[in-house]
Structures are given as structure tokens and as C-alpha cells.
């Protein structure tokens, strides 16, 4: 696969089905914005080499204004279709000595049960 770099914005965007299976209490930045930290589980099966394999992820998630709060209202474990981006959580002195992705929500929307 060939990418053009000089013309093309940097790609940052990951969907995903997942569950909500832990999250923090709300809290508010200095600035009152209301942000909330979770963990989103995300189960199915992929092909890759063509080979299927079941696939369970566990995700630590930043929900950020009012999204952090509609999230808090959600119902544990209910699944609901994730989007947005990754990025790796600022560290004092601009190190990262370990890199841990965090997803950072931009939308989510609840799947329908049967």
C-alpha cells in the first residue's frame, strides 16, 4: 500500500462496538468541564491471514463536556457503537516513558436490543 503523505491529512479515527464495563466517578477540570474516565470491552471475531480469530480488546476511554456526562448516565455493561480517536496521555516534560493510548469519544450511540 502506497500513502501519500504531502497531500493527505493525518488519519486518527477508530470505531468500534463495545461495551461500557468500569468507569470513574465524573469529575470537572478546573474549568468546570465535565470529564469522565472508562474502560470499553469490545468482542467479535476478524479475519486476519486469512484466518478468523476471536478478538476481545479492553479499552481505557476519555469522555470529555457532554458526552463525559451522557456516558455517566449509561447503563454498565450496555453496548453501544464508539467513535473517535487515540492519543497518548501527556506526560510532565513532554516524556512518555511508557505509551498507553487512551480513546478519546467524539460520538457513541446505543445499539438497540432485541
Known amino acids: 500500500m502506497q500513502v501519500e503523505t504531502a497531500s493527505v491529512p493525518a488519519l486518527n479515527r477508530l470505531e ?3 461495551r461500557l464495563v468500569d468507569r470513574a466517578p465524573l469529575r470537572l477540570t478546573p474549568a468546570g468541564i465535565p470529564v469522565l474516565d472508562c474502560v470499553l470491552e ?3 471475531e476478524q ?17 470529555v463536556g457532554p458526552l463525559a ?4 448516565r449509561m447503563e454498565m455493561g450496555r453496548e453501544a457503537r464508539f467513535a473517535g480517536f487515540l492519543a ?5 516534560g513532554g516524556v512518555v516513558k511508557t505509551p498507553r493510548l487512551v ?3 467524539q460520538a457513541f450511540q446505543t445499539t438497540v436490543t432485541p
Request: hydrophobic share 35%.
Open 88 to 92: 497518548t496521555p501527556a506526560r510532565r
Open 42 to 44: 469490545h468482542q467479535s
Open 16 to 18: 468500534l462496538t463495545a
Open 69 to 72: 456526562e451522557q456516558l455517566e
Open 47 to 63: 479475519v486476519e491471514a486469512g484466518s478468523r480469530r476471536q478478538v476481545n480488546a479492553q479499552i481505557r476511554t476519555l469522555a
Open 103 to 105: 480513546f478519546h469519544l
